[in-house]
């Protein structure tokens, strides 16, 4: 297979994310996110990656491989290097994700209960405090899908709830957990325990 | 992997983009707020309280925390916390402006008094007490003029008055809104106690007399713009300067439409930006982000406010730099003190619309918007009020309904398209007696276009 073959195409995402959309399957039918460098350790393709300057994570999906990028960083520049990546991954016979990286990490099963432990141990007793609730909508593969309700949707501190409270305790409690995706509808929320203003 | 003190009271509009940058930019964080976060106990390296009232004690605390967690840098993320962080870099030793300074620029009074002396270009002004006759301080006015609260940020108690009576009935609003201020807890620390802050931040006594003291000041006429610029060891930086198209000339000061780049001259630009940079100067400002609010008179540009911090509510969505860099990126690595170019803002005109509260009431539906984001040129429209959320317009109320974010070729198509989006929504308020501080009107609920 010949690298100029492979079709890839760029959509960013966010200034600091963009998605490239294989015309193959790189990992078929499964998804792993890797957080650092470290945690590509032992996996090709991730850590081909992570050899470019200024990636920061990369989430790769079936045929999607998500990278972002620090501030620093160009799109232009780094986005040929990591076409570049993908394409020398794809000419290899290497594993896009290593067995390794998923010894330490439970079955999705196992990860949704063991989530919705610390939820209902840790979590929400917490925010109840503020009429809030945190639901487990669904784990896949190593990613999480959480809804915020209650006090919580739409309030002006819900970020910081997120990834200093509820990201904190459950990668402190579940190995291997990858992205923890926030799936809430906050501007629907009528209720927030704080709204912001200018003051 | 450094460490970030963000400083984010737990009403700031500036939550998202500020915890969004230090993700991205990969540092570690410790987030300080004034309440307690529910979740603090689980991540006591990540989640702190102090009182921001208390700049020394706060200070203080993060010494003692920073012996377990050392610190790198201390950001604040609106007007509320500059005065405390610039007390807890003093005592980290970290790049950080003056608690003078940044105390200066937090109180209207003090302000005028150093541009007086610097000899900046602004609007002459008078202190006043709410206790003093009112008949008597009419009489003594130059009309028209303008009463401002030394300390509440969006125009929040501005009122122009062209006469005596309109000044007296000026007064006694704001005094209501002053004393609604300091009887809400959640207000308590945006008072103007800063102004009673000393050179270790501590508050003294007389934060209840300058809670009753106000401005009475020049109404300045002609256009207004505002000015986002980086500080770096004293040097200005402008980052944007914005057109705001819409007339500011009272009774009320709302800010609506901002734009950049500006349409003016190239040397008009050049004499609002070193009228700003001077009015930094007098201040003693020296790091970090600065907002400015400039009148052009007649005679030549007229400083309103210089602010050390950056461009509030969501409004800076609408920049971005080279590489993709947002403004609180920029500011982050500005505070860590990163040996770094500071990028050019990306080249494509751009605006943001803060969408007024029209009426008193409370929030029932809103309409149109798909229709609103669909736009040409309209990237995104956020409604930040919430159903069911009760609305207070100016001059007593400080929160927007939301907001409309643009891009076009030229700031005339990004003015177009934000007016367009906002002619599309509808917001359903319902009256209510509480919400209604004029005239208590109960009827039905009415439809607010979204025309200014």
Known sequence: MSQSEISITGEPVSDATCRFTVDRPVYPDKSFAFLSKEAADNSPLASRLFEIDGITRVVISHDQVTVNKSAQADWPVIGKSIGTAIRAHLASDDPAVSDAAWENVPSSEEMREQVQHVLDTDINPSVAEHGGVIRLIDVKENQVFIQMGGGCQGCGQADVTLKFGIENSIRAAVPGVGDILDVTDHASGRNPYYTPSTK | ?????????????????????????????????????????????????????????????????????????????????????????????????????????????????????????????????????????????????????????????????????????????????????????TASCSTSVSACADKRGRMSDSS?????????????????????????????????????????????????????????????????????EQAARALGLTEGPIHAEVRLAKDGPSVIEVNSRSIGGLCSRMLRFETGMSLEELIIRHALEEDFELPERQSQATGVMMIPTARAGRLIEVHGLDEAKAVSGIEDVTISAHLGQRLVPLPEGSRYLGFIFARADSPEAVEAALRESHSKLKFVIEPTNDCTREGGRTSPAEESTGAV
């Open chain 2, 208 to 276: 209840s007399t300058s809670s009753r003291q106000f401005l009475v000041e020049q109404f300045v006429g002609g256009p207004e713009v505002a000015l986002e610029g980086m500080l770096t060891r004293g040097e200005l930086r402008v980052l944007a300067l914005f057109d705001k198209p819409d007339p500011l000339d009272g009774p009320f000061f709302e800010e609506t439409i901002y734009v950049t780049p500006s349409r003016l001259a190239a040397e008009k630009q050049k004499a609002i930006a070193q009228c700003a």
């Open chain 2, 1 to 185: 992997m450094p460490r970030v003190l963000l400083l984010l009271p737990t009403t700031t509009y500036r939550t998202e983009a500020f915890v969004g940058a230090a993700t991205r930019l990969g540092v570690d964080v410790t987030v300080v707020s004034e309440q307690p976060n529910t979740l603090a106990r689980l991540n006591p390296a990540g989640l702190l309280t102090l009182d921001f009232k208390d700049s020394q004690k706060a200070a203080q605390r993060v010494v003692e925390f920073s012996t377990s967690h050392g610190i790198d840098a201390v950001v604040p993320v609106d007007s509320q916390v500059v005065v405390v962080a610039a007390a807890i870099s003093a005592a980290l030793g970290l790049r950080h402006n003056s608690i003078e300074s940044v105390t200066a620029a937090h109180d209207k009074h003090l302000m005028r008094e150093r541009f007086k002396q610097a000899g900046v270009p602004a609007p002459q002004s008078t202190l006043c007490s709410l206790d003093e006759d009112r008949a008597a301080l009419a009489g003594q006015v130059d009309f028209p003029c303008v009463v401002k609260p030394l300390s509440l940020a969006a125009s929040q108690g501005v009122i122009r008055a062209d006469d005596e009576s309109q000044f007296i009935r000026a007064v006694g609003r704001l005094q209501a809104i002053l004393e609604r201020q300091h009887g809400m807890p």
